[in-house]
């Protein structure tokens, strides 16, 4: 009779976190969408931003372009380091334990932290500038743990048995690796990549002493950038565009979702071996 109680309690306790989650969600995006929708005018998307149509068109090329150069230094960077801890490395070494607490170290530190190391190493010692290099590489340290991380555990969600079957017909380690377990684990490893464009997209903090806020598309890697969410952020400081600040955060949803559902289909696709 206890143990039934306990598990009606642990179960009715799931649901309602559940429940409370996905109407925190609902409330939240409808009242983005509500309120910005009305304000998708043609002039918030001119190509030129100036006062008067405080066009986010500049900070949408520039969300792209940095999420981009985010992504490329720092995904090869964290399935790499990855692939070694799992298939490479001696497992429950003194090295992995150590390089798994630091990643995790790491993944625990404000973005704002990660803004001053940018603005001290990538900024001013490395002379790049602000920048939307500076911040593409420091955006890149940020989400690297994350990436590694979770790449990590679906690599070693992986049965053995896929290995020893692969080995057994012959296939060397780096075949099996990326003919074998790395296909299998791609969901996993493309969930902590949406994780980390969520964190890239969403991200001010670290932005503002690394790309700038100047409001003009970025067209070299040495031009300041201003993203969406730094966009929103001094709109909103400002106090003057707040129908605008959230027509913008409504664009910003629109591409987080688009962003998910196109990396869900590819993990789907990939998984059955489509693509």
């Not at 429940?19 to 030129?48: D, E, H, N, R």
């Not at 001010?204 to 040495?222: H, M, N």
């Amino acid at each position: 009779m206890m143990k039934h109680f306990k598990s009606l309690l642990a179960r009715s306790t799931v649901y309602l976190a559940s429940a409370f989650t996905a109407v925190m969600l609902l409330i939240i995006v409808a009242s983005i969408l509500f309120k910005g929708i009305p304000y998708l005018t043609p002039s918030l998307f001119a190509w030129k931003y100036d006062s008067v149509n405080v066009s986010l068109t500049p900070a949408l090329i520039n969300t792209l372009s940095m999420t981009l150069l985010s992504l490329l230094a720092a995904v090869p960077a964290g399935i790499g380091a990855a692939i070694y801890l799992t298939e490479y490395a001696r497992r429950g070494s003194l090295f992995v334990k150590v390089v798994q607490i630091t990643a995790e170290t790491l993944a625990g530190i404000p973005s704002i932290v990660f803004g001053l190391f940018g603005m001290l190493f990538f900024v001013t010692f490395c002379h790049m500038g602000i920048s939307l290099l500076a911040g593409a590489l420091t955006l890149a340290m940020m989400i690297l743990p994350l990436i590694m991380r979770t790449a990590e555990e679906a690599l070693r969600s992986v049965p053995d048995s896929y290995r020893e079957a692969s080995f057994g017909l012959g296939a060397g380690h780096l075949r099996t690796v990326f003919c074998v377990v790395l296909p299998a684990a791609v969901p996993g490893i493309l969930a902590g990549v949406i994780l980390g464009v969520g964190r890239i997209v969403g991200e001010t903090a670290a932005l503002i002493y690394t790309a700038g806020t100047v409001a003009e598309a970025a067209f070299s890697l040495s031009d300041s950038a201003r993203t969406l969410a730094v966009h929103m952020y001094v709109l909103s400081s400002e106090g003057l565009y707040m129908h605008q600040t959230y027509a913008t955060a409504v664009v910003l949803l629109i591409i987080v979702a688009g962003i998910n559902s196109l990396s869900y289909w590819a993990a789907r696709r990939l998984s059955n071996g489509k693509v």
